[in-house]
């Protein structure tokens, strides 16, 4: 099948939107014959990794302007995102004009939007007269505010502009477009789907499936098949990691530790990973008395991050707003069992592993839940191996580019089918 891609990230070695775009070709390109619009600043990394492999003949990368990666990114993170929406508004935009012109020049079966995997912009690809796909985007998951009370004054804030924007994005000529344009659409969560269907999509029309997903290769590193039990080595080891921000709920989770160490379970928590919350969650580390229980880390790199995945034992992170969660995923992949938030991506993850999640309420109420929880995975040795066991299981059936890969392209027979009975 001839299909046009839109990807503005799609990068061989950077990560979060840049990792989907570059998995998402790369399964894809195994079945199709692919034209991906993508940004100027991946050139030079897709054409190193294409020069390097094998079986990219069929794949076509055209390199739409945008020079986000020029330059550094603010670091204040509300300015740094302001700046990357007006550059993909930009992109959006000539991306759309090249597509036109490519429509004339190719007989495209299909489009396919991949990332940017939001919601909020639309997708230059709406209009264009030919079937097209949406997704997976997500973005939809929203912040409880009654637990607020967790975020730094710029996380808040953060979120605080978040809402607005989710306000008037609803109500864009461009999303409404896009929403009403597609001939599906994919949400990556639960949360997300809801909120397309509240956008006037009909429910029939969206489907769920996450944008992250990990390579056999991927999976096969991360499998632990020595790995030590708690009681092996005399105490849980538990980790979480990515940005270090408020929505990820890491002050719940040292709240939740103190309490697991009143009530005697032995653990040593690793946060991989740094963010704008470090300075305010250190504070709180020496509050709470667990400063020898705890430890920030900074973001590991290769075969040290691999390593310290297979040896923790829990992947402790009560995410209070995220779409999919890479790092969960490789947590799991990693035998670790998993313990999130009962909203998100994160929770749609877990359940695939039929592990429950604790439920959104208080600081105080998530705290005792997480204490609960760290107890009874170190007083029930077997419920730790079978939960572990079936979260690296779930992974790889549910999580793997082998399924997203299947998935995908029955989306696509969807997609055209529905265009030839129009």
């Known amino acids: 099948m001839k299909v046009l891609i839109a990807a503005i990230a799609c990068h061989p070695t950077a990560g979060s939107e840049a990792y989907v775009g570059w998995q998402a070709v790369n399964i894809l390109r195994r079945e199709h014959e692919l034209s991906v619009l993508t940004s100027l600043w991946c050139r030079e990394a897709i054409e190193k990794a294409v020069k390097a492999g094998e079986g990219w003949e069929r794949v076509r990368f055209v390199y739409v302007d945008e020079k986000r990666g020029e330059k550094p990114c603010h670091p204040n993170r509300l300015i740094a995102r302001l700046h990357s929406w007006i550059d993909y508004r930009r992109w959006c935009k000539d991306a759309c004009e090249i597509a036109r012109q490519l429509i004339k020049q190719e007989q495209f079966v299909l489009a396919h939007h991949v990332t940017y995997a939001s919601w909020r912009m639309g997708s230059p690809l709406a209009g264009l007269g030919i079937p097209w796909i949406w997704g997976p985007i997500g ?143 250190v504070r709180l580390t020496e509050e709470l008395g667990i400063t020898s229980h705890v430890s920030f880390i900074d973001s590991l790199r290769g075969d040290a991050y691999v390593d310290k995945l297979k040896s923790g034992h829990i992947f402790l992170q009560p995410s209070l707003r995220e779409s999919a969660g890479l790092t969960l995923i490789e947590a799991m992949a990693a035998g670790c069992v998993p313990v999130v938030a009962n909203c998100g991506g994160p929770w749609d993850i877990v359940s695939a592993a039929g592990v429950h999640a604790i439920s959104v309420g208080s600081v105080n109420e998530m705290a005792k839940m997480i204490a609960e929880r760290l107890a009874e995975l170190w007083k029930l040795p077997l419920s730790w191996s079978t939960q572990s066991e079936s979260s690296a299981k779930a992974i790889r059936e549910k999580y793997s580019a082998e399924y997203y890969g299947t998935e995908i392209n029955r989306y696509y027979r969807i997609a055209v089918a529905r265009a030839e009975v129009i």
Not at 159 to 183: F, G, L, M, N, Q
Not at 185 to 208: C, F, H, M, R, W
Not at 242 to 271: Q, W
């Open 139 to 281: 973005g939809g998951e929203r912040f409880p505010w009654k637990l607020a009370g967790i975020l730094s004054p710029v996380a808040a804030l953060f979120e605080i502009v978040r809402s607005v924007d989710d306000w008037i994005s609803k109500r864009a000529s461009k999303v409404k477009k896009a929403a009403t344009d597609a001939s599906l659409i994919i949400a990556s969560n639960q949360e997300t789907k809801d909120l397309i269907v509240e956008l006037g999509t009909p429910s029939k029309k969206v489907y769920i499936l996450s944008q992250a997903f990990l390579g056999s290769a991927k999976i096969h590193s991360l499998q632990a098949p020595e790995k030590q039990s708690p009681h092996e080595i005399g105490y849980l080891k538990i980790l979480a990691g990515g940005n270090l921000e408020g929505r990820k709920g890491a002050a719940i989770t040292l709240h939740g530790l103190a309490l697991a160490k009143r009530i005697g379970v032995p653990f040593r928590y690793s946060y991989l990973g740094r963010g704008p919350e470090l300075v305010k969650l």
